[in-house]
């Protein structure tokens, strides 16, 4: 009988079995009384071979292989053998002598974008060119407007594979932990992060924002005694600044929990959730980080058990030991945060580390302020390779703190009103963290640019596709 087949699941044992297979047509070639057809399912590949043979393979049946358009959709039917040697440039080590082939869907002859210069690495450009090879190199712009080819390539398979592991792992660690997943709304009527970057919109006939995070119904589902909380959703920041690592849209992985004493317990437990996904992702994902590896070559990530924590003190005091010149009560700049990351993996040898007791001033309104010194902050943010992935704090949980805190900032408090009364009717001391699940991909695996984590990415420029 026939047997489908996956192409990444045919190898040797398969030997002498006639199989099927679906995929696209990666590439052709030959003419005559011989075609090479390689076909690609999920990324990977395999050579068929259309060799004319009576009453099984006719000239025409050739021709009309070897006239298909790439990344059109085959069937093929044949038998697999085991060449004396791999094929080059598949992924198989078996190849199917052809029997049968149905297209199932025509592609068109002229694609947008070719899939092979997308997957092109550094490396093969530079080789191609010592060849006098002449690459089409595809920007970043064309790749996005042609998306859905662009995602075709091993890498782009793979980044998208971790991706769901990331957030797949992030859940099983905090359910572990007893959190309950909720699901807060995303049209609600102030800003919670500050009013420059939220979109606004109509609400039938009444201002409202798109959500710039989970944070206020996150904390008002500890005040409703859900006791530790988590959210994976969509975020949404009207950034106005072009850079490689904000979205306009992005996929926030939100907790929130109910602290006893310190918000050291909301790091611990951010701590045993992170090392779950590093050493989820190193275990589960070694053919998909290998794969954007061969596109994107990157240092594996270096973090230690215990996750290192600084204080901003600390991370002053590192910078001003190696000479530059930083203010203590100011946030760093993007150049300054990512010097520190160097300075600290020459220092502790770790590319993920935990930066708390930040300057009051610069943390949002809800942020608690240190017990001990009211300039400093019970906050944290997390980087990775010198960039933020996390930020979160211990929150002020007082009605009246929270008001004074909220008008300082410049918020209108009429449109949080209904957030601080929450804890008018008795709130826990709590606190938790958000992180940006595209910068978590991008730095895990070092990529340059947060729109290649994002699969229809939303920036200030890009709206579609
Ligand atoms: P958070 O919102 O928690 O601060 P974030 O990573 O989005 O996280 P921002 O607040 O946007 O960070 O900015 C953090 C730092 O990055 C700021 O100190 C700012 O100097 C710098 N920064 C932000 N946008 C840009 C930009 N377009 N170009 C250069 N630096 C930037
Ligand atoms: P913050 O504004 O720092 O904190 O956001 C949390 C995390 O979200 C990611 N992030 C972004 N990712 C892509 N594009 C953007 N424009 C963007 N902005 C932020 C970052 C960042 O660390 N309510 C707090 C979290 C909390 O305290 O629980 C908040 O939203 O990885």
Redesign the pocket.
Known sequence: GRVWTQVGDLGQDHAQQTVLVRGRVHTVRGKGSLGFLVVREAGHTVQCVVQVKDNVVSKGMIKYVTKLNKESIVDVEGLVVVPPKPVEGTSQPVELHVTKVFCVSTAAVQLPINLEDCARSEVDFQKGEEEGKKFVRVGQDTRLNNRVIDLRTPANQAIFRIQCQVSALFRQALLDEDFVELHTPKLIAGA??GGSSVFKLEYKGQPACLA??P?LHKQMAICADFGRVFEIGP?F?A?DSFTH????E?T?L?F?MEIKEHYFEVLDVLEKVFLTIFDGLNEKCAKQLKAINEQYPFEPLQYLRPTLRLTFAEGVAILKEAGHEVDPMADFNTETEKTLGKLVKEKYKTDFYILHRYPAAIR?FYTMPCWDDKRYSNSF?VFIRGE??????QRVHDPELLTKRATECGIDVKTLSTYIDSFRYGAPPHG?????L??VVMLFCALNN?RKTSLFPRDPQRLAP
């Open positions: 919670s992060e710039q995070s944070q975020v920041r950034e690592r904000h979205l306009c992005f926030g939100d929130e949002p943010d933020e992935i996390i930020s979160g704090a938790g963290a958000g992180v940006g595209e910068r947060i």
